[in-house]
């Protein structure tokens, strides 16, 4: 599906005044949030609480304003991501721990599937004959020895997880805000 660009510009075009400055200042923050985790990335364990909480929060107003079909399991979502989020901001840092340390586990599960995975393609692509085979398998072998290791050692590959997690968020607000800008200026200009 071919974008109309005229529909994209259009749409920055049709930022009034408020709304740019508006637009300016989200994006901004996000620079500073950006730069904040990069240099900071266990931050990110704070940001991801808030992200929760605010979910839920939502959630659960969105619930009680429905005057219509309400969905009980949106409630329930709600509640858990307000209890778990409120856990991760207020909780002690045993708590924290532990929840970020629930989240690498789930993800050590993951790799350790992901590596079984390129082990049975490898083995797949040694059947068919296809060259290169052995580096499927031994990267599939690397790959367990990696979920291995997080369940192994579940703080370290925590802290891990965090700091990368940080980085990269923070990295990826900084392009979003600056780009958010130059929209936002370039709107203005047109």
Same mark, same amino acid.
């Given at each position: 599906?071919?974008?109309?660009?005229k529909?994209?510009?259009?749409?920055? +075009? /049709?930022?009034?005044?408020?709304? *740019?400055?508006?637009?300016?200042?989200?994006? %901004?923050?996000?620079?500073?949030?950006?730069?904040?985790?990069?240099?900071?990335?266990?931050?990110?364990?704070?940001?991801?609480? #808030? &992200?929760?909480?605010? *979910?839920?929060?939502?959630? &659960?107003?969105? #619930?009680? !304003?429905? +005057?219509? !079909? *309400?969905?009980?399991w949106?409630?329930?979502?709600?509640?858990?991501?307000l209890?778990?989020?409120?856990?991760?901001?207020?909780?002690?840092? /045993?708590?924290? &721990?532990?929840?970020?340390?629930?989240i690498?586990?789930?993800?050590?599960?993951?790799?350790?599937?992901?590596?079984?995975?390129?082990?049975?393609?490898?083995?797949?692509?040694?059947?068919a004959?296809? +060259?290169?085979?052995?580096?499927?398998?031994?990267?599939?072998v690397?790959?367990? %020895?990696?979920?291995v !290791?997080?369940?192994?050692w579940? %703080?370290?590959?925590?802290?891990?997880?965090?700091?990368?997690?940080g980085?990269?968020?923070?990295?990826?607000?900084v392009?979003?805000?600056?780009?958010?800008?130059?929209?936002?200026?370039?709107?203005? *200009?047109?």
């Amino acid at each position: 599906m071919k974008m109309n660009t005229k529909e994209v510009s259009g749409s920055v +075009k /049709e930022l009034s005044g408020g709304m *740019r400055v508006l637009a300016v200042i989200i994006c %901004l923050l996000m620079i500073g949030a950006g730069l904040f985790l990069f240099f900071v990335p266990a931050s990110v364990v704070w940001l991801f609480a #808030y &992200v929760i909480f605010a *979910r839920g929060l939502s959630l &659960v107003v969105s #619930y009680a !304003a429905s +005057k219509g !079909a *309400r969905r009980g399991w949106d409630l329930i979502s709600g509640v858990v991501d307000l209890l778990f989020g409120a856990l991760m901001i207020f909780g002690t840092v /045993e708590m924290k &721990v532990a929840g970020v340390v629930a989240i690498e586990i789930f993800v050590a599960v993951w790799v350790l599937f992901t590596g079984f995975t390129q082990v049975f393609s490898g083995f797949g692509f040694k059947k068919a004959g296809a +060259k290169g085979w052995g580096w499927t398998l031994a990267g599939g072998v690397l790959v367990i %020895l990696a979920g291995v !290791a997080f369940l192994m050692w579940p %703080l370290i590959g925590a802290a891990i997880l965090v700091g990368f997690a940080g980085i990269f968020a923070g990295i990826s607000f900084v392009i979003m805000g600056v780009t958010g800008l130059v929209s936002a200026f370039s709107s203005a *200009r047109t």
